[in-house]
């Protein structure tokens, strides 16, 4: 029998790993991650270079799989379902967990088309009349407080929009799909301070619609957008903490001296 706190603590789980080892050739990446990520929570993901954070944010869609030489064993699951199962469709998967990266990728097509892109190759064509497609883009668009900047341009070249629209534009294109997760890799690493802030915000906004993963290395971004912390070193998770129990009160050593800029 199940406790009803431990019942409460299953519905708001989101993604759960239990000793998750991730091998490139022979070198191993991840050495046993155990995490409960928080359902509508932004949790953020920090350690210094090359300790692991792409790698492990790419588990949850699985896109590692992409690169050769990737072995990977444990367990994630992603709302009670493990991912590795035989019946996962990779593709179900990865509309319900969406990716954004570093650097914005919009494709060089017209901003209402780079919307439509994902919801397109998962849609049969005439599931999607003219007036679906418009709302669909509508609607994307204003959730990442887009909408009033392109609405009179939206067979504009998305290439030409400023990078920071571009990174809004490539987490509106997640959102016809209707994901559960949006995992971000450093989304502001190309911007600047303006447009930092504007992502920033928007996350904001996404929370509790969406569980948010984000990879930053901007300790003061950490601490200012995400609710929990996940900090890594050399392919181990050292500390999950709420953000403001992280950064105030590190239980780990390590911890704190990545915090106070010590290494990394
Ligand atoms: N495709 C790959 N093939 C081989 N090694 C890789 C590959 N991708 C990453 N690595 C190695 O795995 C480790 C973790 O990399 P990564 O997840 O990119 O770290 P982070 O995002 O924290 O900077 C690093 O040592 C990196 O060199
Ligand atoms: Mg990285």
Known sequence: MNTAAE????VELCIRARDLKLWYGDFQALNGIA????????????????CGKTTLLRCFNRINERYGNV???GEIT?????????????????KSVGMVFQRPNPLPISIYRNVLFGIRVHTRRRALNRAKRDEFVESALREVDLWNDVKDKLRM??????????????????????PRVILMDE????????????IESLLDSLRGKYTVVIVTHNMAQARRASDECLFMLMGELIEHAETSEMFFNPRHEKTEMYIQGRYG
């Open 35 to 50: 995490l409960d990520v928080k359902q509508g929570l932004v949790t953020g993901l920090i350690g210094p270079s090359g």
């Open 187 to 198: 989304p502001c690493s190309a911007l600047d301070a303006e447009g930092t802030e504007k």
């Open 157 to 178: 070249k998305a290439t030409q929009l400023t990078l920071e629209q571009q990174q809004k534009l490539c987490i509106a294109r997640l959102l016809p799909l209707k």
């Open 7 to 10: 019942r409460a603590e299953r």
């Open 71 to 73: 072995t990977t064993t």
């Open 78 to 94: 992603i709302h009670g379902k493990n991912i590795y199962d035989d019946d996962v469709s990779l593709s179900e998967l990865r």
